[in-house]
């Protein structure tokens, strides 16, 4: 076996070290015959990993849980959360072990974290298995949600074990690597809390603060800066989601992040049609989840953190619950005051300075494709176009009957008047915000199948579509095409894959 001098670990996991009692050290099963499928190369040199050490034996033993590299303490991380409203005391990795820590090339520390490792303290009924699949999907939305711009988790590679899992058919199985800023989520502070132990719920909110918010340190009371500094990533994050007509489809206390990234690519989407009820997960039957409740979502997420950290808050109960609820009570502020400006950059206009009626514009264009199912990335898209004195792509985005030609009509005069006289540059700075390219659903189906029958070819010329999402390439057309309408009316996604 090809062996490598060294991996730029970080010498200590700040977690391991800081943290016990969130963590069981445990290692993966071995993979019987591991196959590398996909690595991010650029990632891998970011981390200050040589893309081909990775390549080489040596790295695909380590990146399939065959080979722990030097110096690191794999471990199962424990934490709890609700789950569709439900709360589990007990969840933590039950497939997946948190690696170790990387300090990047721009010197931020990140977390290697391997997800479908094998059965742990935490895998309750489950496998501990992940199958490839699924894995590659996270790849996909994940670089999706990269080249949008929006703050993810990223993996870093995924390998297939060579040994079958088994689900609804028998699937070969694989192990993704994943990185992100951390892995604490507000179930990591509800697992803490849970435990009654105080001085680990304060240890859990120091490493939290030094690692992601330094200036809730700074805050005469860090507990609340603390909250405060979450409330604003997440309101800034499910803003950007919305703008991109993102559904996560899981948005459980367990997956929503202390650090403001997007995780766990399950059974997310991009909705195609404009529908704030647009749900696309098999087991969300009462919509919890759906696109536009994910602000609400957020907000009922962020305060069961807040629950958490009430005893480091204030000795005085009532006191903490005063607080803390003004800083709740500031998210839905905070996620208008990003989504606003998104929204009027998205329409041309200056994000920076709101006119009276600017509102209006924008939830009337949305309530109009809502009523006429219209496409959501291509009609934004195409009003470039409109405002470059084309408006025939936007008009066809609307179903061709004629009451939708009259509120086309009507809309965009009030747009016109309203965007001013430099269209050119109106259109470049809309082009800028407004993606071709998105993960479609039909398209990452499409490279999943393919990979089944063996072949990458679509799954990685996706990736390379989806890299620079802005940029209208020649030849690149069927990438920015909704889908099949009898594709979109049926298609769903699945949990716990
Ligand atoms: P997720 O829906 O991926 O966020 O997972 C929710 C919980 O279920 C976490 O505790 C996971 O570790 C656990 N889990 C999901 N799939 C499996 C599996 N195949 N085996 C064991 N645990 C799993
Ligand atoms: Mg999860």
Same mark, same amino acid.
């Given at each position: 076996?090809?062996?490598?001098? #060294?991996?730029?670990?970080?010498? %200590?996991? @700040? ?30 040199? %970011? ?13 695909? =033993? ?16 424990? &934490? ?20 170790? %820590? ?5 010197? $931020? ?14 895998? $309750? ?11 590659? $999907? ?7 949600? &990269? ?13 297939? /074990? ?45 490493? =939290? ?43 459980? @206390?367990?997956?929503? @992040?202390?650090?403001?990234? @997007?995780?766990? &690519? ?41 629950? /958490? ?5 204030? %000795? ?60 959501? /990335? ?16 936007? $008009?066809?985005?609307?179903? =061709? ?11 965009? #005069? ?13 259109? =470049? ?63 769903? /996604?699945?949990?716990?894959?």
């Amino acid at each position: 076996m090809t062996t490598v001098a #060294s991996w730029p670990f970080a010498p %200590e996991s @700040t977690f391991v070290d800081q943290l016990d009692g969130l963590y069981v050290p445990w290692n993966a099963d071995a993979a019987p015959d591991p196959t590398l499928i996909f690595l991010n190369a650029p990632l891998a040199e %970011e981390l200050g990993f040589d893309a081909a050490d990775l390549r080489s034996d040596a790295g695909v =033993a380590m990146l399939s849980g065959n080979a722990v590299p030097d110096g690191t303490t794999p471990v199962a991380q424990a &934490y709890a959360g609700h789950q569709f409203g439900g709360y589990s005391p007990r969840l933590g990795d039950g497939r997946a072990l948190l690696l170790g %820590e990387v300090v990047d090339a721009h010197g $931020r520390r990140r977390d290697l974290h391997m997800k479908g490792s094998g059965r742990t303290p935490f895998s $309750r009924g489950g496998d501990g298995k992940a199958a490839v699949g699924p894995m590659l $999907r996270e790849v996909i939305i994940g670089e999706a949600m &990269y080249g949008l711009g929006i703050p993810t988790t990223r993996a870093l590679a995924v390998v297939a /074990t060579g040994e079958p899992v088994a689900r609804d058919e028998i699937l070969p199985g694989a192990i993704l690597t994943r990185v992100a800023a951390s892995h604490l989520r507000v179930g990591t502070f509800q697992f803490a809390a849970a435990t009654g132990d105080r001085g680990l719920l304060q240890r859990l909110l120091d490493h =939290a603060i030094a690692r992601h918010h330094p200036e809730a340190a700074e805050a005469a009371n860090p507990a609340l800066g603390l909250l405060d500094a979450v409330v604003g990533v997440q309101a800034s994050l499910i803003a950007q989601w919305m703008l991109v007509g993102f559904v996560h489809g899981v948005m459980n @206390t367990d997956n929503t @992040t202390i650090s403001g990234e @997007t995780i766990d &690519y399950g059974p997310c989407a991009f909705i195609d049609a404009y529908d704030p009820d647009a749900v696309f997960s098999s087991i969300d039957h009462g919509g919890r989840y759906a696109y536009g409740n994910q602000p609400a979502i957020m907000m009922w997420n962020l305060a069961r953190l807040a629950e /958490t950290l009430l005893p480091l808050i204030d %000795e005085d109960s009532e006191a903490a619950v005063a607080a803390a609820t003004e800083v709740l009570n500031s998210f839905p502020e905070r996620l208008a005051a990003v989504h606003e400006p998104g929204m009027r950059a998205k329409l041309g206009l200056d994000p920076a300075a709101e006119e009276p009626g600017d509102a209006e514009l924008a939830a009337d264009l949305l309530a109009l494709m809502h009523r006429h199912r219209v496409d959501h /990335t291509s009609a934004f898209r195409a009003l470039s176009d409109a405002a470059r004195g084309q408006d025939g792509r936007f $008009r066809q985005s609307f179903a =061709a009957d004629s009451e939708a030609a009259l509120d086309i009509d009507a809309w965009l #005069s009030r747009w016109v008047a309203r965007i001013g006289d430099d269209r050119t540059a109106v259109a =470049a700075a809309m082009d800028a915000v407004n993606p071709v390219y998105i993960a479609r659903n039909h398209l990452v189906e499409e490279a999943l199948a393919a990979v089944y029958q063996n072949d990458l070819g679509p799954f990685e010329q996706l990736l390379e579509v989806l890299a620079a999402p802005y940029a209208e390439r020649a030849g690149l057309e069927r990438y920015a095409e909704p889908a099949p309408s009898e594709f979109g009316e049926t298609f769903q /996604t699945f949990c716990g894959t």
